[in-house]
């Protein structure tokens, strides 16, 4: 089975600044599918940014970058200048490229952008 | 796109009574996902539908919970009879993958309290 572990479960960072979430997972397979969901305050599960573990270059989405190290099973969010409207939970995700398989969340970590 | 659309989005209810969440999943979309979402137990895949057809439903919790799927543009997740316990967010998501290995959307959730 996959797990998938995010070991921030709080953080806090200046508005502008940059910061990162780490989210290591654990599988067996070779194909996968990883996510980073953000969770505002409204309750609204928002994609963020998607990585497909077959390509080696690190998806990029405008301020939010990843880190993908598919070696060591990390997963990481980089966040630059950040804004009071990041505030939210974020949860990092995992899905295998095939079968009938369900998507594992994190237990999610909580970002608050302080002004 | 509208995106995918909750109904109710709130759900206040006494134990024993029956309630029905409703989904319409993102057009065009073959897959549909119904979550849960508690403090203790974080986000739940309950069930999923691909081609309308059930596929998954080993998170179904027990017998008085059960979902449907009649055409590919509505679902129903029904609890009969409800319970405190139950208490929690609810959401639904569709991906056009199977198994949605492609990008889940998810859609704003139902917050339902079961007094």
């Known amino acids: 089975a996959q797990t998938v572990t995010q070991s921030q479960p709080e953080m806090s960072v200046q508005e502008a600044e940059t910061v990162t979430l780490s989210c290591t997972y654990d599988?067996?397979?070779?194909?996968?599918?990883l996510f980073w969901y953000k969770q505002p305050p409204s309750r609204q599960m928002i994609l963020v940014i998607r990585?497909?573990?077959?390509?080696?270059q690190n998806a990029t989405e405008n301020r939010f970058s990843v880190n993908f190290q598919k070696a060591a099973k990390s997963f990481s969010l980089k966040i630059s200048d950040s804004q009071l409207g990041d505030t939210a939970m974020y949860f990092c995700?995992?899905?295998?490229?095939?079968?009938?398989?369900?998507?594992?969340f994190g237990t999610g970590t909580r970002l608050t952008i302080i002004p | 796109d509208a995106g995918v659309i909750q109904s109710p989005r709130h759900e206040v209810t006494e134990m024993g009574q029956e309630v029905t969440l409703r989904c319409k999943p993102i057009s065009g979309h073959n897959s549909l996902f119904w979550y849960r979402q508690t403090m203790m137990r974080g986000l739940e895949l309950l069930i999923y539908f691909n081609n309308n057809v059930p596929i998954d439903d080993s998170g179904m919790p027990e017998d008085r919970f059960s979902a449907k799927m009649p055409n590919a543009s509505f679902s129903t997740l029904k609890i009969q009879p409800s319970e405190p316990r139950d208490s929690a967010v609810y959401f639904c998501?569709?991906?056009?993958?199977?198994?949605?290995?492609?990008?889940?959307?998810f859609g704003p959730g139902t917050r339902l309290l079961v007094l």
């Open positions: 998501a569709s991906s056009p993958d199977r198994a949605g290995q492609e990008t889940q959307y």
């Open positions: 995700a995992f899905i295998p490229n095939f079968g009938n398989e369900k998507l594992t």
């Open positions: 599988t067996s397979e070779n194909n996968y599918y």
């Open positions: 990585q497909e573990a077959y390509k080696q």
